[in-house]
Structures are given as structure tokens and as C-alpha cells.
């Protein structure tokens, strides 16, 4: 009798042993749930555990592609047959997933499915499990037979029904977790891509200089992406032609203007509106482009800018050396900005066109006065000198009134030419009125603002011009003040050029007269 | 138990000794197996699985070593373990796998066994 209860109490002690086995196997399952590791690895792990748990050889996961609606062994131990996938059909999804009976079976009677694990013939599977959360699919679970091909027994059927009740929760979660980690990822990356479109436009929104706008726009696109090489170029509507504004890095090879017909990169861009992008020997639907190698590079990509439909010019990038192309995302931004870019663009020439005048390309009085000011303001603050020149053309009313107003307006054109052409970058040409224009010299004194009028002076005097077969000699008369040795305030400095330009007038013309100083008092010729 | 899981081996005459060091849950426990696998290729198809330095086993740690079993079955050599904790023998006892393998108090024992 007590051998017997030996014998009973020895056999329950087993069992509660195997039931902590199992008990231990789940709580391992929760474990490998906080694992950082990839998803495959954590699959294997799950796969493991369930056949050390059963004392099972091989087994193999399959999971379920909800898109595709296809089966496919994910990872497998041990299995003859290393691949499988099945198409299921929509009924035979919707009876596997509102199928309230087990999910646990011998998989000779299990009858879904059958297309793939006829596949696994040579592995002889003992059972199957079906992986679902909530009647939602997730995949299915094969194992094959414990040692010496052993099948399980109907106890060991209830612990892999339980362990793979917990296996579907594992990978869903772990499916969800990488779902919403992909989502975080994209979602990281789009913020960091807005703020770098949102600084680049906020640099560039308020810029009202083409130039200045267009040197930022190249180092804001050398921000945005890893280009190293590129340039850009406005387009001249009326000459059918571009200019280039600015590069970064190497520009040898760009000329400073080019007509549309030289380059078909920039033909394509003008008549497509649209950006593309060129690879040496990849994009051959181009194959003209092979000449624009040279100019532009032996991979690069070309956006327009663009504004309201209206062609305004084009941003070129070059590929790296390697060739290796443009990036989806440095498209995509470069788009983006492009866009941005057209509307500042657009911004700038308008600017430029209300404060320039049309006829001479001067700028317009208004804008004078207001740029003198601040040129004023500034030289007060650093202590610097600036001049003033005071410019009339000699004898234009007998001009106009001899060969007429067009003749008028050439000539006007013909000595703003020659003021454009010998000002500094930081000089400002000023049509002033009529025939009277005006140049604002920053950071120069009295000898050099002098030197710089009477060089003009000999320009015009030795250049000629020919209207309708006329040819025409102009002269003009100079007046040149200087903030603040002549005067202390705006009014009184044009007053002051104004002053000795029509000593000049009153002395023979042709000549350059400078305002006395506060201190001399004189008029000094 | 975060430290990896590593192994050495060696051949002594016609017996393979594998060493194991750490927990065998992780994957890293695979090497035993493929381990194996080389060494009964070559022939060699008496194996020694020193267990001291793995005091703990789970249920992957088992079904590695439900492979290897599997293995040199089929090539119809043997198996032996050493140095077993109680926990581990006990569970190697339920999940049967001490029917195809004798566990040795030490490597030297099951070492000498073999090659006599």
C-alpha cells in the first residue's frame, strides 16, 4: 500500500514538475517580450522555447501578410523544407478567424491550408496551431514529432494550445511595437525635415536682394542635403537666356550667361517645368544631356524655380563623384524649397522693378533717398565718410529739342550704361530726375569720390553713340559732396552736391566740381 | 543573466568535449548545435556536453539540445553530460532526455568511458 502511494505521489510530483516546466516556458515568453532584439531573432527565440518546452525536434512559424492575404514560413528549426507560401482565400481566412473551435490540431486532420503543408511532406508535422489575436489572424505554428518520432500526447496538445495562445500575443505585440516604432521613425524624420525647410525659408522669405537671395538659397540647399557641388541661374524671358547668380564649391566651368539653345539640361528645364534628374549612363531617355556633362556635372539634378507657372530660373545640384544619384529625400526637399524659393524670387524681382527704373536701370529717386539715409545712418555709427555724386548731362534739353525725345531717351540710356559699368558692388547709380542721376559711394572719401567722377567724366567725353545713323558725342557735369565734411544731414548733402554741380554748369561744363567742406567754406574746382 | 552565452570545444582522440559557458536561452546556443553537426560530419560521433558552467537551462537551452540528440542518433553515436545541476537533471530527466544521453559526474568520467 505505502509502495503504491509512493508510486502516485511520485507520478504527481512529476507532473507538477512539468506544469512549472511549462509555467516557467510562459513566463519566458514574457521575457523575451522585453528583449531588445529583431523581430526574427525574437521569433527563434518563441520557436525555441516551444519545442524545449514540448521536447519537440523541429517546428517553424508561418506568418500571415494581411495585405498580400499570403502565408510564409518565417523562420523554421530543424525543418527539411526551409520555405513555403500560400495565397489564402478570403473565405478561408474568414473561417480560420471566426472559428471558435480549437486552435490546436494533428495537422493530417487539419483541413486549411493544405496547399503548403502538403510541402512539408518529408518533415512529417505531428501538429498545428493557428496564431490569432482576437480573431484577427497572425500566422500559424507547425511542430513535428518529440524523439524516436513520438507524437504528443493529448496532454502536451493542451500546453502547446496554452503556449501558443501567448506566442500569437508575443508577436502581435512585438508586430504592433515595430509598427508604431516604423510610424515614430517616418514621423521623427518629417519634423526634422519641416524644420530644416522651415529655417531655410525663414532665411530666405525676407530678402528682397536677388543676389544676396540666391547666394542663400545655395548655402540653405547645401543644408538641406550633403550636395557639395551647384549653382543657380535666372532666366531672362525676353533674351531667352540665364544668368548665373550663384554656386557652391567649383564653378570653373560655368560661364556667367548662357543662351537656352547651348545647354539641352536647360532647354528641358524650361520647357518641362518640372525637375529631373541625369545619370551618366543610367538615364539614357536623355541622351542629348551627355553634353551638358561637362557644365553641369556627370550626374545632377535640375529644379526649377518656379512661380505661379511662370518660369523664373533653375537650381542645379551636382551628384557626388561616385555617381551614386540623389537621395528620394533630397528630392523631396529640394522641391519643397524650390517652391518656397520661386515665390522669394518672384518677391525680389518685383522689388527690384519698383525701385529701379525701367528706361536706365537705375534706381529710382525714391529709393535714393531712402537708401542714402540708411548709407548715412550707417557711416555716422562706423565713423566712416561717405559721397555723393550729382551728375547732368550737358546740353540735353538742345539734345531733345534737335533730334527728338527718342534720341533723348538713348542718350539717357547710353550714360547710365557707362554709370552702371563703373560702380562697385556696394555703389548705388541713381537716375535722380530727368536727365540728372546720382551715385551714393559708401565708405569713400573726398579724393577718391573725385577720382571716380572725373573717370566717368573722361568715359562719357571719349564715347560715342549712334541714333538712326547720327552719331552723337555727350558730355555731363559732375558735383561731388562728402558726409560729413560738407554736411551733417541729408538734405544739405544733396543740396551741397547740387551746389557745386552747377558751379560746374556755370564754369564751361564737362567738369567736376567738389562742395567746400564745413570748414573751408570754399568752392574748391 | 545578461552575459552572452560562449563555448569552447576541443577533440580529444574520437571524442568531441563542448564546454558551455552561461545561460543557455540565448541564441548563441546554437553554436552547439552546429558545432555538433561539423564534428559527426567528420565522424566524430561521441560527444561530451559539459554543463558546469551553465547553471540554468530553459526550454531553448532544451530544444538544442533535443537537436543534438536527434543527430547523433541518427549517426548512431553518443552522447553524454557532466556536471548537471539537480535543477537541470531533473529537467533533463522529464523531458527524457537522459534516455538517449548518460549523464558523468565529470567530463573526465564520461571522457574515459567513451574512448574504453
Redesign the interface.
Known amino acids: 500500500m505505502s509502495e503504491q502511494l509512493t508510486a502516485l505521489e511520485q507520478k504527481m510530483q ?1 507532473q507538477v ?2 506544469y512549472e ?1 511549462v509555467l ?2 510562459l513566463s ?1 515568453i514574457g521575457d523575451e517580450l522585453c528583449r531588445v532584439a529583431s523581430f526574427d ?1 525574437q521569433l ?2 518563441l ?7 514540448l ?4 517546428g517553424g512559424i508561418f506568418l500571415f501578410d494581411k495585405f498580400k492575404n499570403q502565408v510564409s514560413l518565417r523562420c523554421s ?2 525543418l527539411v523544407q526551409k520555405s513555403g507560401e500560400y495565397e489564402v482565400g478570403t473565405e478561408e481566412i474568414q473561417a480560420l478567424e471566426l472559428n471558435s473551435d480549437d486552435i490546436t490540431y494533428r495537422v493530417k486532420e487539419f483541413k486549411f491550408i493544405r496547399a503548403v503543408l502538403d510541402l512539408f511532406e518529408e518533415d512529417n508535422l505531428d501538429c498545428i496551431s493557428v496564431l490569432k489575436v482576437r480573431e484577427k489572424l497572425i500566422g500559424f505554428l507547425v511542430i513535428g514529432h ?2 524516436k518520432d513520438v507524437p504528443l500526447l493529448d496532454k502536451e496538445m493542451a500546453f502547446l494550445k496554452t503556449l501558443s495562445r501567448n506566442i500569437s500575443v508575443a508577436i502581435n505585440n512585438f508586430l504592433l511595437l515595430s509598427e508604431l516604432r516604423e510610424a515614430n521613425a517616418r514621423l521623427d524624420e518629417k519634423i526634422q525635415e519641416v524644420s530644416i525647410l522651415y529655417q531655410a525659408s525663414q532665411m530666405i522669405s525676407s530678402e528682397l536682394q536677388l543676389q544676396a537671395l540666391l547666394d542663400m538659397a545655395m548655402s540653405a540647399i547645401s543644408e538641406i542635403t550633403d550636395v557639395e557641388r551647384g549653382s543657380t541661374w535666372l532666366f531672362d524671358e525676353e533674351h531667352k537666356s540665364f544668368s548665373l547668380m550663384s554656386h557652391l564649391g567649383n564653378a570653373i566651368d560655368l560661364p556667367d550667361r548662357m543662351n537656352m539653345e547651348e545647354s539641352k539640361a536647360l532647354t528641358f528645364s524650361y520647357e518641362r517645368k518640372d525637375y529631373f534628374a541625369y545619370r551618366q549612363g543610367v538615364d539614357e531617355q536623355f541622351p542629348l544631356l551627355r553634353a551638358d556633362e561637362k557644365l553641369f556635372g556627370k550626374s545632377f539634378l535640375i529644379v526649377p524655380i518656379v512661380h505661379q507657372g511662370e518660369f523664373l530660373g533653375l537650381v542645379h545640384l551636382c551628384g557626388s563623384p561616385e555617381g551614386a544619384g540623389f537621395t528620394e529625400r533630397d528630392v523631396r526637399l529640394i522641391k519643397v524649397f524650390a517652391v518656397q524659393l520661386g515665390a522669394a524670387v518672384k518677391n525680389a524681382q518685383l522689388y527690384e522693378q519698383a525701385i529701379t527704373d525701367g528706361m536706365t536701370k537705375l534706381y529710382l529717386h525714391r529709393y535714393f533717398k531712402q537708401r542714402l539715409y540708411d548709407e548715412m545712418k550707417r557711416a555716422a555709427r562706423f565713423k566712416r565718410n561717405l559721397a555723393l555724386i550729382m551728375i547732368d548731362i550737358d546740353h540735353f534739353k538742345c539734345l531733345n529739342d534737335n533730334y527728338g525725345h527718342q534720341t533723348g531717351d538713348e542718350v539717357l540710356k547710353h550714360v547710365a550704361a557707362i554709370l552702371r559699368r563703373a560702380v562697385r558692388t556696394h555703389d548705388l547709380p541713381v537716375r535722380y530726375g530727368g536727365e540728372e542721376f546720382a551715385l551714393v559711394l559708401p565708405e569713400t572719401e573726398f579724393g577718391g569720390a573725385v577720382a571716380v567722377a572725373e573717370r566717368i567724366r573722361k568715359s562719357i567725353e571719349n564715347d560715342y553713340l549712334e541714333v538712326s545713323g547720327v552719331v552723337l558725342k555727350v558730355t555731363a557735369s559732375f558735383g561731388v559732396s562728402i558726409f560729413p565734411d560738407c554736411a551733417d544731414d541729408m538734405d544739405s548733402l544733396i543740396k551741397a552736391a547740387d551746389v557745386a554741380l552747377y558751379w560746374s554748369k556755370e564754369h564751361g561744363r564737362n567738369q567736376v566740381t567738389a562742395a567746400p567742406t564745413k570748414f573751408s567754406r570754399e568752392v574748391d574746382v | 543573466m545578461s552575459e552572452e552565452f560562449s563555448l569552447t570545444h576541443q577533440v580529444d582522440g574520437s571524442v568531441l568535449i563542448i564546454r558551455t559557458n552561461g545561460y543557455l536561452n540565448d541564441l548563441g546556443a546554437e553554436q552547439v548545435d552546429e558545432i555538433c553537426s561539423d564534428n559527426l560530419e567528420k565522424g566524430i560521433n561521441k560527444i561530451v556536453i559539459n554543463l558546469e558552467q551553465s547553471p540554468l537551462i530553459n526550454s531553448i537551452g532544451i530544444s538544442i539540445l533535443i537537436g543534438v540528440i536527434e543527430a547523433i542518433e541518427e549517426s548512431e553515436g553518443a552522447l553524454a553530460f557532466t556536471n548537471l545541476t539537480p535543477t537541470n537533471r531533473k529537467t533533463f530527466e522529464m523531458m527524457g532526455l537522459l534516455q538517449f544521453a548518460e549523464p558523468f559526474d565529470t567530463e573526465q568520467e564520461a571522457v574515459n568511458k567513451f574512448k574504453g
Open positions: 512529476q514538475l512539468r516546466y516557467e516556458a519566458d531573432a527563434k527565440s520557436l525555441h522555447l516551444l519545442l524545449g518546452t521536447g519537440v525536434r523541429k528549426w530543424k518529440k524523439l
